[in-house]
């Protein structure tokens, strides 16, 4: 009698698959909590913040002249070496979209009965570059917004802002009315819109808002919107 033995090769790769998904994001040798891509150590020692809680935060001053919100929200400050690095770079580089979904929910459970997000219709992930999508097989911000929206019962619209592959693009022009920004980068299908709307924008991490001064003056072209801005982290420069 003989038994059929599976390869070295075989028994890595079944432990590593077993194993792996459970791993803590962050510190990658510990197992993440249950819910959680965190093990309790990284967990412990998230720079979670409370600033969704105030009218003024770090990223209402940071988007201070460029782009009138009706509020901005953020969970945690992002740091160099911090867990939500970790966090942040799997779910953009090591395809874990579960990641935004986790988390957006996490942040969902905070601010879903917080009175400014009352009149919310809908929430906008900050479109990625087609190709970029392509290859990472998802929009991280998209995920998050999923996860928002399953603590917040608020829909996601991926219909309505959309970002131009090719500037040049003769279809793409004619699909869209206008391009509101000065550069031209993301527009509004129109056909779509909901005027005097209450959009919230949500992206991964704030870093010098650019990205979502451009995404929210677009949306803002529609007559009556309302525009805030919601992401899960806020890039920091020094460690407090
Ligand atoms: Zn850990």
Request: aromatic share 10%; proline share 6%.
């Amino acid at each position: 009698m003989r038994f059929i033995m599976p390869s070295v090769a075989e028994l890595f790769s079944g432990f590593i698959g077993l194993f792996y998904p459970n791993l803590c994001v962050a510190c990658h040798s510990e197992p993440a909590k249950s819910g959680s891509c965190f093990c309790m150590v990284c967990f412990g020692k998230l720079p979670k913040s409370d600033m969704f809680l105030y009218p003024e935060n770090e990223v209402t001053n940071r988007l201070w002249g460029r782009l009138p919100v009706q509020f901005g929200a953020s969970r945690y400050y992002f740091y160099k070496k911090s867990p939500i690095q970790g966090a942040m770079h799997a779910l953009k580089y090591r395809n874990r979209p579960d990641i935004g979904m986790l988390l957006g929910q996490e942040f969902g459970q905070h601010i879903k009965s917080l009175p400014q997000f009352l009149s919310v219709d809908g929430l906008i992930p900050v479109p990625l570059h087609p190709k970029k999508e392509r290859l990472r097989g998802y929009n991280q911000s998209e995920r998050i917004a999923a996860g928002l929206s399953a603590a917040t019962g608020i829909p996601v619209r991926t219909d309505l802002l959309v970002r131009r592959e090719n500037r040049s693009s003769q279809t793409r022009k004619k699909r869209m009315a206008r391009f509101g920004n000065a550069e031209g980068l993301y527009g509004i299908n129109e056909g779509k819109a909901l005027q005097g709307g209450h959009f919230v924008l949500v992206d991964d991490v704030l870093t010098t808002g650019a990205t979502l001064e451009m995404c929210g003056q677009a949306i803002l072209d529609i007559p009556g919107t309302k525009v805030s801005v919601v992401t899960l982290a806020v890039a920091m420069k020094t460690h407090f």
